[in-house]
């Protein structure tokens, strides 16, 4: 396997991203990819330190790319730059350029995250259905369905500063809405994993559960005894989803010992 660490010029944020890239060395046929988002305290690196992930990815043939989102919950921000149209666009476009060994076809790209970037999961996958074949959120549900004002908060000017004053749920913004679009459309609909730990609020769903269950999603839901928001919680999902959700554990490959 090969590990990099590269800074990615962006021309739709004019900055340089951090992006980690784990690749199967010497590959014979295209692969599929799993790309994932970090929580809001983070960074790109925190799967790679905090997790199997390498491991599991290597054993399983699969690439793994992870971009760093910096603050703004994976979306176009309101007052700020578009990172959603980066990483659902630029990012997927860009980095299959450098590496044609990536495989192009919806049903062999899946979005995870943690944390609000189980919101970004869910928002990118539901913005780009025909980009991504399925959705791993891990901890996190839908950030922008609530009213946001600056209360003076550092919480509260920074859900401003990427959603406005008010409340986006009706909005490109809204992990609902952006389902419901779909669904009038009639899809494609991505397959969607969502997890969480018993000791933490989601515990519950975070109120998406009865919500996909009336859609033309295939959507499971699952909570982990024992854990709650941490990382403890996010290794055993990510693994979950990889193999009991999306069956990548059965791929054969000749990429490790």
């Given at each position: 396997m090969a590990m990099m660490e590269m800074n990615l010029y962006s021309e739709v944020l004019d900055l340089e991203i951090p992006v980690s890239v784990i690749l199967p060395q010497n590959p014979d046929h295209p692969l599929k990819t799993i790309w994932l988002y970090h929580g809001s305290t983070g960074d790109h690196?925190?799967?790679?330190?905090?997790?199997s992930l390498e491991r599991y990815v290597r054993e399983r043939g699969l690439a793994a790319v992870i971009p760093t989102g910096h603050k703004s919950l994976f979306t176009n921000m309101v007052h700020g730059q578009n990172y959603g149209t980066f990483l659902g666009e630029e990012l997927v476009a860009r980095l299959r350029q450098i590496f044609p060994c990536?495989?192009?076809?919806?049903?062999?790209?899946?979005?995870?995250?943690?944390?609000?970037?189980?919101?970004?999961?869910?928002?990118?996958?539901?913005?780009?259905?025909?980009?991504?074949?399925?959705?791993?959120?891990?901890?996190?549900?839908?950030?922008?369905?609530?009213?946001?004002?600056?209360?003076?908060?550092?919480?509260?000017?920074?859900?401003v500063i990427v959603f406005g004053e008010g409340c986006p749920a009706e909005s490109e913004h809204g992990v609902k809405y952006l389902a419901r679009k779909?669904?009038?459309?009639?899809?494609p609909y991505p397959r969607i994993y969502h997890a969480a730990g018993a000791l933490e609020p989601s515990g519950s769903g975070d109120g998406l559960t009865g919500f996909f269950k009336e859609l033309p999603f295939e959507y499971r839901f699952e909570v982990f005894p024992g854990v709650g928001h941490e990382w403890r919680l996010w290794d055993q999902?990510?693994?979950?989803?990889?193999?009991?959700?999306?069956?990548?554990?059965?791929?054969?490959?000749r990429y490790y010992v």
């Amino acid at each position: 396997m090969a590990m990099m660490e590269m800074n990615l010029y962006s021309e739709v944020l004019d900055l340089e991203i951090p992006v980690s890239v784990i690749l199967p060395q010497n590959p014979d046929h295209p692969l599929k990819t799993i790309w994932l988002y970090h929580g809001s305290t983070g960074d790109h690196t925190l799967w790679l330190r905090y997790t199997s992930l390498e491991r599991y990815v290597r054993e399983r043939g699969l690439a793994a790319v992870i971009p760093t989102g910096h603050k703004s919950l994976f979306t176009n921000m309101v007052h700020g730059q578009n990172y959603g149209t980066f990483l659902g666009e630029e990012l997927v476009a860009r980095l299959r350029q450098i590496f044609p060994c990536l495989s192009a076809a919806r049903e062999d790209n899946f979005v995870c995250g943690l944390s609000n970037g189980a919101y970004g999961a869910f928002r990118i996958g539901l913005r780009y259905p025909d980009t991504f074949s399925a959705i791993g959120a891990f901890s996190g549900g839908d950030t922008a369905d609530q009213y946001f004002t600056d209360d003076g908060t550092y919480r509260g000017r920074r859900h401003v500063i990427v959603f406005g004053e008010g409340c986006p749920a009706e909005s490109e913004h809204g992990v609902k809405y952006l389902a419901r679009k779909l669904a009038k459309q009639g899809g494609p609909y991505p397959r969607i994993y969502h997890a969480a730990g018993a000791l933490e609020p989601s515990g519950s769903g975070d109120g998406l559960t009865g919500f996909f269950k009336e859609l033309p999603f295939e959507y499971r839901f699952e909570v982990f005894p024992g854990v709650g928001h941490e990382w403890r919680l996010w290794d055993q999902a990510v693994l979950r989803y990889m193999d009991d959700f999306l069956k990548l554990k059965g791929i054969k490959t000749r990429y490790y010992v």
